[in-house]
């Protein structure tokens, strides 16, 4: 059959009619073959535009319809929508850029004018070979996987379970509620940050919709948007959850103190414990690597004060498959590592501690009962806050942490309120660019803590004068008054930044996100997609995405679930038919391609050895199809056939 | 270590002179060692840090040609002062960071009928020491034991700085570990890395001798009973100056100076004589009686 195409020349206002004659162009491709009509038009996307090629589809009998306008990610969806109402399948359409890479890049008006119709020939040849291409859908899964159950999970999980979704939250502690449930008051509103959360949690842990796999992590994660498996290890914590009560008698008869981890090693913790008093779950777990029971055999004290039977010695890891539509990956931040800075001391020098252990300090329920107290007991008579420690710096991390000034001037504020001592903030810019944030900074200055414009060189216990004696000096450039300052105080606290978590490369892979170059997980697009991945159905929130402080943290939580809940409403996802097909036939299985897919959507089928594409993970990057030795692979609207056409057209 | 290895010597101009107990010491040890240290042939100046301060493209060139002897060699080159060290490696980073550079080095190399493709490696004894012979080989040649001997580790400014790359470099820990494989006692010293003076020695004797008299004091607060040393200038300062700084702070120290590869010759056995211990200006006979006991 002979094709019948339409040409139509777009001179979107001046934009390309400026410097493509455009009319001499529409003339040019009435010359190409099988060209049946082509005009030139002022606004080829306008509803009269689309009125007139969707006429010329009918009246003429088109088969094929060429469109020279802008840049196919502007309008080709538009255009193909046209093509669509008229009749005609969509993918019978071509769009040939004449803007972008044309008209916008010369004012050369005769070059211009060639490049359009080597364009509009490449274009018209290629879509004389087109064909009718079919979108499938596939249903969504309505159930959602949460991954990280710190305060950005716990808001997203909260948002899609109240809208009556399923919701499964993983989260690899023995409690869910992250650093939040560490930290003593917040930025800048100073709330107790229990106080906010802990509501939070216990709405999690109650929630009807919510099935909370805590001491749990996701070791597998396959299929496709609206079509997951995610298999979840539940490590055992040897306390049976149904039995259990909560009411922590084996907490307090277990004869074993080891440091605490949720303390930063400042406090304990008995073998059997619970991280924190507000833990949700209130289900403790036995530390096994402590547990006399397991290293020495004997014990069993937890056993015997149980009133409820609850302890089981003999719980064994779980594997567990859960299917789910999509995912929001929330996995969080580490600190940095101090003692990586060895000039400040931390490890070294006992009074140098990081700004999480301050909160620990500060807590009320914390080491000290909320006491801010030296390593000796006694309360400091000055105290030095260190910004940007792992920040900002080429040696570590070249990005700004974005919450350290925040929280050190919150730091600041505690130890004025509780302590009479002298506060030395050392900064190198202060960043307060938040709500309310530069008003609190304000506040700061007024609460008499002397602000120090230089970074911190060393913090030094050699002294080299009687006031210096017993003390820790810090030593910086002041770079306001252009000199050398060595600051004596007794207590050092190191603002320390914010990293990707240890594990994220093994989280990368799993669920197959991308990372930026500062190593934290890569958004679809900065501004305009930001917790997005490039795999559809997979989200990102939270400082697992780049440091964030609690409100964008929530923010991006609650996002985060608005996206999921738009794709469950969606009920069904259209699969892009531009993916790649093996033939069979072909194919001589050298298993090449599998290895080659960015997105794990070629298997290998042993029983027929050859290698077979998952439609639905396909997303027609085509890779395959450029490595494949026996030219097995091809991509639909983008086979060999229309792309030789559309190169020949180009050279002619 | 298996193989015995091979390097190019760079003694530097320091250790013919004020410094020959540091060259002595150095090729004795090495011998014992198995490390095979040929002095490269024609070295000249590295382009030290004050020329490299007033016109670095000549600089650069004197140290150039001593890297284009060295790949001659095909050996990589040992130095013993941290000078030399940062000079030769910045040279060898600039060439193969800066093409303009490099082109013009290689035509005034040409001249003299020399040429040099980079390769050569640049590395100082303690880090070869250290890193490539290597806890074991050092503990099987001890012959005496120094033990109790409290010793201040003193690296100075420039072993790690700037370039870095070899330990930690605001507080290493090679020659700590060393040492300790010595069977002698490093003590903390927190001093470690910070200047000795440097040539401030010259120039404002006073800040100078302000400098070395924080390193002296910390290393007697900390209970060392010497300081050893890796640098030629450091130990100069510290050493010939302490006078000076006893008279200007009213101090009275007298620490004795060494460098850590004539604390490694004693552990090893070899005579005072031999490592130029007798040659210092603070005596350390007494010292290292009082610990000296033959094992073996």
Redesign the interface.
């Known amino acids: 059959m002979v094709e019948r195409i339409g040409v139509y020349v777009c001179h979107c206002g001046t934009n390309i009619a400026r410097t493509v004659d455009c009319k001499n162009v529409a003339d040019y491709a009435r010359s190409l073959p099988n060209v049946v009509v082509a005009r030139d038009y002022q606004y080829a996307c306008s509803d009269p535009g689309q009125e007139m090629i969707k006429n010329d589809i009918r009246e003429l009998g088109l088969t094929r319809v060429v469109v020279a306008s802008c840049s196919p990610l502007m309008h080709e969806p538009t255009f193909r929508r046209a093509v669509a109402d008229a009749g005609l399948n969509p993918f019978l359409f071509q769009m040939a850029n004449i803007r972008e890479q044309c008209s916008w890049i010369t004012e050369d008006r005769e070059m211009a004018t060639e490049r359009a119709k080597a364009s509009v020939a490449a274009a018209v040849m290629r879509v004389t070979f087109h064909e009718s291409l079919e979108i499938k859908k596939v249903p969504v899964n309505p159930d959602v996987l949460v991954v990280g159950g710190g305060i950005t999970g716990i808001e997203g999980a909260l948002q899609i379970a109240d809208s009556g979704k399923k919701v499964y939250l993983v989260e690899k502690e023995p409690s869910i509620g992250g650093f939040m449930a560490r930290f003593d008051k917040t930025f800048p509103t100073l709330d107790c940050a229990a106080c906010i959360l802990t509501p939070k949690m216990v709405s999690v842990g109650q929630h009807p919709n919510i099935e909370l796999l805590t001491y749990s992590d996701v070791v597998n994660f396959s299929g496709y948007v609206g079509n997951f498996t995610a298999q979840i290890r539940k490590r055992p914590r040897y306390v049976d959850e149904e039995k259990c009560t909560g009411c922590g008698q084996c907490e307090q008869k277990c004869p074993l103190s080891v440091p605490s981890e949720f303390e930063c090693g400042l406090g304990k913790r008995k073998a059997i414990y619970r991280p924190f008093p507000q833990a949700v779950p209130g289900t403790p777990v036995i530390d096994r690597e402590h547990c006399l029971y397991f290293t020495k055999g004997a014990c069993k004290v937890c056993v015997k004060f149980c009133p409820r039977g609850a302890i089981d010695f003999e719980q064994k890891e779980k594997l567990i498959d859960v299917q789910v539509g999509s995912t929001i990956v929330a996995t969080g931040f580490d600190i940095f590592d101090a003692s990586r800075?060895?000039?400040y001391g931390y490890g070294r020098l006992p009074n140098v501690i990081t700004s999480l252990e301050f909160e620990r300090l500060t807590h009320a329920s914390g080491p000290t009962a909320g006491k801010i107290l030296l390593k000796n007991g006694q309360a400091p008579e000055s105290v030095a806050i260190i910004h940007c420690v792992g920040s900002r710096d080429h040696?570590y991390n070249e990005y700004c942490s974005r919450v350290c000034c925040m929280y050190s001037l919150k730091t600041a504020h505690l130890v004025r309120e509780k302590t009479d001592a002298r506060v030395y903030e050392f900064y190198i810019d202060m960043r307060a660019f938040g709500k309310g944030y530069e008003e609190f900074y304000k506040r700061l200055l007024e609460e008499d803590v002397i602000f120090v414009r230089g970074r911190v060189a060393?913090v030094?216990?050699?002294a080299?004068s009687p006031s210096e004696k017993g003390k820790l000096v810090v030593v910086a450039e002041d770079t306001l008054l252009g000199i050398v300052r060595r600051v004596p105080v007794d207590l050092v606290i190191l603002s320390v930044g914010l990293e990707p978590r240890k594990d994220i490369v093994e989280v990368a892979r799993t669920f197959s996100i991308s990372r930026s170059k500062d190593g934290f997980f890569l958004e679809k697009h900065p501004k305009l997609a930001p917790v997005s991945t490039a795999a559809d159905g997979i989200f990102i929130a939270g400082a697992c995405q780049g440091p964030k402080d609690i409100p964008d943290s929530v923010a991006q939580g609650a996002a985060a679930a608005a996206n999921v809940l738009s794709l469950i409403d969606r009920k069904e996802v259209e699969l892009e038919p531009t993916i790649a097909i093996i033939d069979g036939e072909s194919c001589s299985g050298c298993r090449i391609c599998p290895g080659l897919c960015p997105y794990h959507a070629i298997n290998f089928d042993e029983e027929r050895k050859v290698a077979v594409v998952t439609a639905a993970l396909c997303k027609g990057c085509g890779v395959c199809v450029a490595a494949c030795p026996s030219g097995a692979i091809e991509q639909q609207n983008f086979t060999n056939r229309q792309l030789l056409a559309e190169v020949e057209a180009i050279c002619a | 270590m298996q193989a015995r290895a091979e390097f190019s010597y760079y003694p530097g101009c320091s250790v013919e002179g004020m410094n020959k107990a540091y060259d002595k010491s150095t090729r004795l040890v090495c011998k014992a060692l198995d490390i095979d240290l040929a002095e490269l042939g024609d070295w000249n100046c590295c382009g030290a840090t004050s020329y490299m301060s007033i016109d670095e493209l000549r600089a650069h060139l004197l140290s150039a040609r001593n890297l284009a002897l060295a790949e001659k060699e095909k050996k990589d080159l040992v130095v013993v002062c941290p000078a030399c060290l940062t000079t030769l490696t910045k040279t060898n980073r600039y060439m193969a960071e800066n093409s303009r550079l490099r082109r013009t080095i290689g035509s005034a190399l040409k001249a003299a009928n020399l040429q040099y493709w980079g390769s050569v490696k640049v590395r100082h004894l303690l880090e070869v020491i250290v890193n490539e012979v290597g806890e074991h080989e050092i503990k099987a040649r001890i012959k005496r034991s120094l033990s109790g001997l409290k010793v201040a580790p003193y690296y100075g400014c420039q072993l790690t700085r700037p370039f870095g790359g070899i330990d930690?470099?605001?507080?290493p820990m090679m020659l700590d570990r060393l040492l300790t494989w010595l069977g002698v006692q490093p003590v903390n010293f927190?001093?470690k890395a910070k200047c000795c003076g440097g040539m401030l020695m010259m120039t404002n004797e006073e800040v100078a001798l302000g400098l070395t008299r924080?390193l002296l004091e910390?290393a007697k607060q900390n209970g060392a009973e010497c300081i050893a040393t890796i640098c030629p200038l450091c130990h100069m300062n510290l050493e010939a100056y302490q006078g000076n700084v006893n008279k200007l702070f009213g101090t009275d120290f007298s620490v004795p100076i060494l460098y850590f590869t004539q604390l490694t010759g004693v552990a090893f056995g070899f005579s005072r004589k031999a490592l130029g211990i007798n040659e210092e200006l603070i005596p350390s006979q007494a010292l290292l009686e009082k610990h000296l006991e033959v094992l073996r």
């Open positions: 800075v060895k000039e040696n060393e030094t216990d050699v080299q | 930690d470099k605001e507080f927190p001093l924080n910390c």
